[in-house]
């Protein structure tokens, strides 16, 4: 009789004092593609991570790697997050150093981190190119790693772990930050190597999948179960709405008329042309989606609008009727704008509790370095208790699970009631049921005067309070259009 490909047999892990795996057991048999589902925080991660063995190996779980095969002999985890360093090999990196001229210093290119890549995993560059050309990375080469976008980041990160064949792939939350034709070129790449003799298991509640799957899971009460089909996997218990804490529904103070005005709007790294002659007009109480394929300059256009950005001065940019470089501090800009970005959420500060973070909303800090106000306090745990958050306020933000921590990201993002939300990708790894309570509470906020800028790349889950629509494409601008009806 054939061995299982996987064998994990009892496996308990343990966080703090609460079984994440209770006991658990699966067998994986050669061939089975498996999509591991549900909840967030149910202990997916931890369980990938146990059979990839990253942290060390575990002596309940047992792979049968094929010594016949011509792949490797490994299993590959690819995380949700990508972590790259600088030239010295660690990750003392801050917010804004993306856009600051001197950044090229600091990292390798695209280009030399694959050729270092190559020369590691003994892999032929050459047999990568016409992948990256699929996956629309090529102009990409030369730009600095602390340069890309999330989306490119994610490529990037997927581009080397598929690039290994190894006999065994995991991936965690594949799709994440990826625009829709990468998401597809993604899954028939999956096809080709399942069909190569890689196995499969992705992490994910994503119905748009590999043909390959053919084995679905979800993890409750530290046990995994099999289910027929996407659709039978479990989901977040639906939230209960909450009445919207009182000083959340007062209208924002906004004694101006355009929020943002960009005209004939250019942004240059050397040789390389960002945003190309982008002009756009964001009224107060507007409402708009911002979209482009990976790489089209959305968040370099936020960073100019969110007083980022080094090369703002100089540009024809005023923001809440004011000139850029006319007196105004960045911290009066600031003031103004509730943000929240994956950009923001690598670099937030690790020390951070939950409490903290979103403490840190009044001061626009990346973490919390001063004295709270008692009214501030006050405000800081309605939010506390508005997003279900109360019972972790005293644990650091990168223990909880990743929707955990967006909603945190997000009640520090409104914690001021800023008159301008830029909400950029805020629903990565949330599933669909946070999504929709994210985005109903986005809706609520709208009611009361904020005016929105909200990046999303599924149009199936976006706030129905969006009214205009800008796209960018190559640096420019494809479309601004006004969306007469709820998007799809």
């Known amino acids: ?44 991660t931890t369980l990938a991570k146990a059979i990839a063995g990253v942290d060390g190996e575990e002596e309940h779980i047992k792979i049968n790697f ?38 090229g210093q600091d990292t390798l290119t695209v280009q030399a981190e694959l050729e270092h ?28 790693l602390i340069e890309l976008s ?22 965690d939350d594949p799709y994440t930050g990826l625009d829709a034709q990468s998401r597809i070129t993604l899954n028939a790449w999956l096809d080709d190597l399942a069909q190569e003799g890689v196995q499969l298991i992705l992490i994910s509640n994503n119905q748009q999948l590999p043909q390959a799957i053919n084995r679905f899971a979800h993890i409750v009460d530290g046990q995994i179960h099999d289910v027929e089909n996407p659709g039978k996997l479990s989901r977040s218990k639906g939230r209960s709405r909450m009445k919207l804490p009182d000083f959340l529904s007062k209208m924002p103070d906004a004694p101006y008329k355009t929020i943002a005005s960009l005209q004939n709007v250019s942004i240059r790294y050397g040789e390389k ?29 936020l960073s100019l ?19 850029r470089g006319s007196g105004e501090s960045i911290w009066d800009i600031k003031e103004k704008i509730g943000i929240i970005s994956p950009e923001m959420h690598w670099y937030f500060d690790q020390n951070a509790t939950v409490w903290h973070t979103i403490a840190s909303g009044f001061y626009d800090s990346i973490g919390w370095f001063v004295d709270v106000k008692f009214h501030e306090k006050q405000k800081i745990e309605e939010l506390l208790a508005f997003f279900g958050l109360s019972e972790f306020k005293d644990q650091l933000l990168v223990t909880l699970p990743l929707g955990k921590q967006r909603l945190a990201l ?62 960018l494409e190559k640096g420019k601008v494809k479309a601004i259009e006004d969306i007469l009806e709820n998007v799809e």
């Open 1 to 44: 009789m054939t061995e299982p490909f996987v064998s994990i047999h009892q496996l308990t892990i343990r966080y703090k004092t609460q079984n994440v795996l209770n006991g658990l057991s699966l067998v994986l048999n050669k061939g089975e593609h498996l999509l591991l589902g549900g909840e967030s925080g149910s202990g997916k």
């Open 66 to 103: 094929d010594s016949d095969s011509l792949l490797p002999a490994k299993a590959i985890y690819i995380s949700s997050w990508y972590q790259f360093t600088n030239l010295e090999g660690d990750r003392n990196f801050y917010y804004q150093q993306r856009y600051n001229k001197h950044q």
């Open 117 to 144: 890549y190559a020369r590691q995993e003994g892999l032929d560059l050459a047999s990568i190119q016409d992948r990256i050309k699929a996956f629309g990375f090529e102009d990409t080469k030369q730009s600095q």
């Open 150 to 171: 999330s989306g490119e980041h994610k490529k990037l990160q997927l581009i080397k772990g598929l690039w290994s064949k190894p006999q065994l792939l995991l991936i």
């Open 273 to 301: 042309e960002v945003l190309k002659d982008v002009s756009w007009e964001v009224k107060v109480g507007e409402k708009w989606l911002l979209q482009g394929p990976n790489g089209s300059g959305k968040s370099t256009l």
């Open 305 to 323: 609008i969110n007083g980022d950005h080094p090369q703002s001065y100089g540009l024809d940019i005023s923001l809440f009727d004011n000139k």
């Open 410 to 471: 997000l009640a520090r993002t409104i914690i001021k009631n800023p008159p301008l939300l830029v909400l950029d990708e805020p629903c990565q790894g949330l599933d669909t049921e946070q999504t929709q309570y994210f985005n109903d509470v986005v809706d609520e906020l709208a009611h009361h005067g904020k005016t929105l800028i909200y990046v999303g790349h599924y149009e199936s889950l976006l706030p129905s309070c969006i009214e205009h629509r800008i796209v």
